[in-house]
């Protein structure tokens, strides 16, 4: 890191309005839309502008969590670009610099950050969703490569991701939650086949992905070999912080590194496209009970009123989560009641958009209830409460970590994984 690039006051400072000039200053004198993308990237990095949160030694400069939305939104406010939004940023990376070790968040951080790398999830299994410590995919140790067999499910984005977090196992003879360990993978070999599913909503986001005799580099532990169940509880507690990432308005002023991040974020965005359907659209309730003529039908005014009150209100859990999280604690049961609430939101939302359109909200095409959009509410509602997680899940959480209350029976937890029947 050079004294040019670095933020001379703001590394010192907690106040908004401090980093904000901070920033503006940088960008304006280093900003320059023109650069590859990458090469402005690197700038950002060295800078420690990337992810301020972060210790400086890793592109960050030790500001408070709060600092990273605001300098994300900051640079897209001034006219540049931050780095990707992907699940390489918001589950992979904060993974690796959580629990290292330093010789592969010097190798990964890099890359994620400047979008070079983008990732993947393999955690579920066809025998392994919520149960995710069940798994059964295996890594051998060969020399200095790991040898991955199994299959895994429901992979987001696997059919164009560079790099995943794999979760396998490497030890059968300790309880179940003892023998895995979490790697980083490369996706393009050819021991990595990947097969994407076709969902009833018509889109294509997830995947199959079945791994015979693939490699991992001895090297690519993220954690230690055993540990990745503490590793994989890191990614899903961040996956269920944030469960839902917003697209950045980049600036439509012309320049190569705004061409190549408004592309960039096309990319990534296509897999989500169904995304703001499977949480219900309660945004579009009210214009939908106008536009149909029903707005002063007393039962509709009522149920969307009642939908409108439970969506504020989750978005005020929401935004108790985001101070939370500003404030710089770990991710804790706002996830889990966030998840909850935006679930309890989808579903109440596809019911009064049901409610209001009738049978016609099955219809798809553009003469149907705005435009098709219900009818894919209709259908991509059901994975808001099973994706990240599913509701009775995280009511377990909820109902163990929060309230105390008495664990479930767990009658494998403490045997050897090999000891389990029809698992090992
Ligand atoms: C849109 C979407 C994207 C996804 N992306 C990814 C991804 O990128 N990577 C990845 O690895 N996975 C991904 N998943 C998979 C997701 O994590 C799993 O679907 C989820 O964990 C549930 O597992 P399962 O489907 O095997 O259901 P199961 O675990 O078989 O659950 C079936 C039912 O039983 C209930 N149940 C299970 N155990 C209990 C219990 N102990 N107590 C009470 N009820 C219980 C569940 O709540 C559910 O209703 C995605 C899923 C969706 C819908």
């Given amino acids: 890191m050079t004294d040019d690039t670095q933020p001379p006051v703001a590394a010192a400072a907690a106040d908004p309005q401090i980093v904000r000039a901070e920033l503006a200053d940088w960008v304006r004198g280093h900003w320059d839309p023109d650069l590859p993308l990458r090469d402005w990237r690197e700038l950002l990095l060295e800078s420690g502008w990337a992810v301020p ?8 400069c030790g500001l408070p969590g709060w600092a990273d939305e605001l300098v994300a939104a900051e640079l897209v ?6 780095i990707p939004v992907g699940s390489g940023t918001w589950l992979a990376a904060p993974t690796i610099l959580a629990h290292g070790p330093d010789q592969l968040r010097e190798r990964l951080l890099r890359p994620i950050l400047t979008g070079e790398e983008t990732w993947c999830q393999l955690f579920s299994e066809p025998g392994a969703g919520s149960d995710l410590a069940g ?9 200095d490569t790991w040898v991955v067999t199994g299959q895994k499910v429901w992979n987001t984005s696997a059919h164009h991701a560079d790099m995943a977090m794999l979760l396998a196992r490497t030890d059968s003879s300790v309880p179940k939650h003892q023998g895995i360990t979490y790697f980083a993978l490369p996706m393009k070999q050819p021991g990595v086949e990947v097969r994407q599913l076709r969902q009833m909503n018509f889109h294509a986001s997830f995947n199959e992905v079945f791994l015979t005799d693939a490699r991992v580099p001895r090297d690519n532990v993220i954690g230690a070999v055993g540990r990745g169940w503490a590793a994989a509880l890191t990614t899903l507690g961040y996956e269920r912080r944030f ?22 974020a096309d990319r990534h965005f296509a897999t989500y496209s169904w995304y703001p359907q499977r949480a219900g659209r309660p945004d579009l309730v009210v214009e939908h009970a106008r536009t149909a003529g029903v707005a002063a039908d007393p039962v509709i005014r009522q149920a969307v009123a009642r939908l409108i009150t439970l969506y504020r209100v989750s978005a005020w859990t929401a935004e108790r989560a985001r101070v939370a999280r500003a404030a710089g604690a770990r991710p804790g049961a706002e996830g889990s009641i966030g998840k909850l609430a935006a679930s309890n939101v989808a579903r109440e939302s596809a019911r009064v958009h049901s409610m209001i359109a009738g049978a016609g909200a099955l219809l798809t095409g553009p003469d149907s209830a705005l435009g098709g959009v219900i009818a894919e509410v209709l259908m991509s509602v059901p994975g808001q409460s099973i994706a990240g997680g599913t509701d009775e899940i995280q009511k377990n959480i909820l109902a163990e970590k929060v309230l105390g209350l008495p664990a479930e029976i767990r009658v494998d937890r403490d045997v050897p994984f090999s000891q389990i029947k029809g698992r090992g």
């Fill in 53 to 60: 949160s972060w210790p400086r030694r890793w592109y960050g």
């Fill in 77 to 82: 406010r001034l006219g540049a670009v931050g």
């Fill in 135 to 143: 798994l059964s995919t295996s890594a051998v140790l060969d020399g």
């Fill in 243 to 264: 469960a839902s990432l917003q697209r950045p308005s980049y600036s439509p002023a012309a320049g190569r590194a705004l061409d190549e991040a408004r592309a960039e």
